[in-house]
Every structure is written in structure tokens, then in C-alpha cells.
């Protein structure tokens, strides 16, 4: 099974969520050879709920995941912590909205939830939690907590923008150094908007996995090999400009109505 940890399916935070917009990204992340993802929209996305409304009634829900298009959707979360850094969470579907209802009042930056207390939050639940893009310069996770309190995480993103930006070996060699000295695995995340960008990176899993639970025990027993594409430098470059004239057209769209 062939999953990336970090997508959105949404163009921006800004935009509203569009149905066939989702539902090409989806088919477009199975051409590209996954068999799964995680939806992790950013937790202060405009109108966050309108797209679990629309995967509850359109989809089928079971074990752990959505079947969208033969694709397995884990429902999932994106939070910005007031330290500075981004958390992906990624559990059962009531699990992903009891958490996005109780951030309704750490949305703008001012109030974002520390890092402890978002841990505090989902103590004893049964959720994945990636530290993403952790050396990202804008939101610099790894140099704003602890290693003592990263630890509480269960592995660290290692991120396809990020890759792009800094380039494979280099960004790779610092996530992969930082992550034997807090001793968590690392994961893959395409951080895609856009759909030409799902494939450039992927996990692939040795056992198939229908929830959390096995995700979990799957990445703590390194039972899966990470996958980075040759033409990843292309396909980030081309999903950017794709993804900017995109949002001038929705705006300009939205404008006009």
C-alpha cells in the first residue's frame, strides 16, 4: 500500500471547497500510483466542515478511512502550534471533528494552541502525529520546541515543498540526522494543493493498513520504504505556477459574483 501523509484538497485556506475540484485530485492521486492519503487541511481553513459534509455524504466510511475513486481517504488535520510549526494529526473521522471543534477558538495566530496543550488534547486518543515540515525557514518546528517535547510525536514529515526548496539529498540528510537524535521515524508528504504534485513522494507499506492503529504499528516496526520521484523538481514547479494562476481565477471569479 502506497500512502502519502500530507495532501489538502483544498487550492488555498482561502477558497472554498469545491466538489469536482476534490473529486479530480482524488482520481488524479490514483493515476499516479497511490493507494492511499491522509487529509490533512489546514484546521483554519475557511468552512473546514464542508468538506467531511460532503465526504459523509457521498462516500463510504469503513474501518478507519473513506473509499474515494479505490483511493483509502484517512481523515486528518493540519494545526499551527503558537510556538511556530505545523502538526498533522490523522485519526477516525469523529476523532479528526472533535478536535477541529475544540480549536474553533485558536484559529488566528494570536491564539494558536501551544504545542504541550495540543498534546494534552489528544492524550490517550488514538492518533498519528507528524511533526510537519519541520526545518520549513517560515515555520521552523524542530527550532522552536524541545527534541524532549518533539518526542511526544510519533514521526516527522518529510516534506515534497521542502524537498523541492532545498533540494532531495540536503533536506533529507537534515530530517534524517535530526530525526536518529529525538529517535522518530520518518514519513512522506507530498504537502499538495495541486493535483500534478501527488507521487512526487510516498510511503510503501509492506502491509496493508485500514486505520490508524496499523498505520501506527506499521511505522513504529519501519515496515515501509519511502519513495521520492526522479522528476520531483519538475512536478513541484509545475503544480506551483498551475496552483497560482488557479487561485487568481477563483478570486477573480468570486470577485465578479
Excluded at 494545526?79 to 472533535?98: C, F, P, Q, S, Y
Excluded at 520518518?186 to 510516498?202: E, M, R
Aim: negative net charge.
Amino acid at each position: 500500500m502506497i500512502i502519502d501523509f500530507h495532501t489538502h484538497v483544498k487550492i488555498s485556506k482561502k477558497s472554498t471547497f469545491m466538489p469536482d475540484y476534490f473529486d479530480t485530485m482524488i482520481q488524479e492521486a490514483s493515476e499516479s500510483g497511490l493507494h492511499a492519503l491522509a487529509l490533512t487541511e489546514h484546521f483554519n481553513t475557511i468552512r473546514f466542515f464542508d468538506i467531511y459534509d460532503y465526504l459523509d455524504e457521498h462516500y463510504s466510511y469503513q474501518d478507519g478511512y473513506y473509499h474515494v475513486h479505490d483511493v483509502r481517504v484517512f481523515p486528518g488535520i493540519e494545526v499551527d502550534v503558537k510556538e511556530g510549526g505545523h502538526i498533522l494529526l490523522i485519526a477516525d473521522r469523529k476523532t479528526i471533528k472533535w478536535i477541529r471543534k475544540q480549536l474553533d477558538s485558536h484559529v488566528e495566530p494570536e491564539q494558536f494552541m501551544p504545542f504541550d496543550s495540543l498534546m494534552d488534547l489528544i492524550e490517550g486518543m488514538d492518533v498519528l502525529k507528524i511533526g510537519a515540515h519541520p526545518f520549513r525557514e517560515s515555520t521552523p518546528l524542530a527550532k522552536n520546541i524541545t527534541k524532549q517535547q518533539m518526542k511526544k510525536l510519533d514521526a516527522l514529515d518529510l516534506n515534497g515543498k521542502d524537498l523541492y526548496a532545498k533540494g532531495s539529498e540536503s533536506c533529507k540528510a537534515e530530517l534524517i540526522s535530526y530525526a536518529d537524535e529525538v529517535n522518530l521515524p520518518v514519513v512522506a508528504g507530498s504537502d499538495t494543493h495541486q493535483f500534478l504534485q501527488y507521487g512526487i513522494v510516498g510511503n510503501d507499506f509492506k502491509k496493508d493498513c485500514t486505520n490508524v492503529e496499523m498505520l501506527k504499528a506499521s511505522i513504529k516496526a519501519n515496515a515501509y520504504e519511502l519513495q521520492i520521484a526522479d522528476d520531483l523538481f519538475f512536478r513541484v514547479k509545475a503544480a506551483v505556477l498551475v496552483k497560482k494562476y488557479m487561485k487568481k481565477a477563483i478570486i477573480k471569479e468570486e470577485v465578479s459574483i
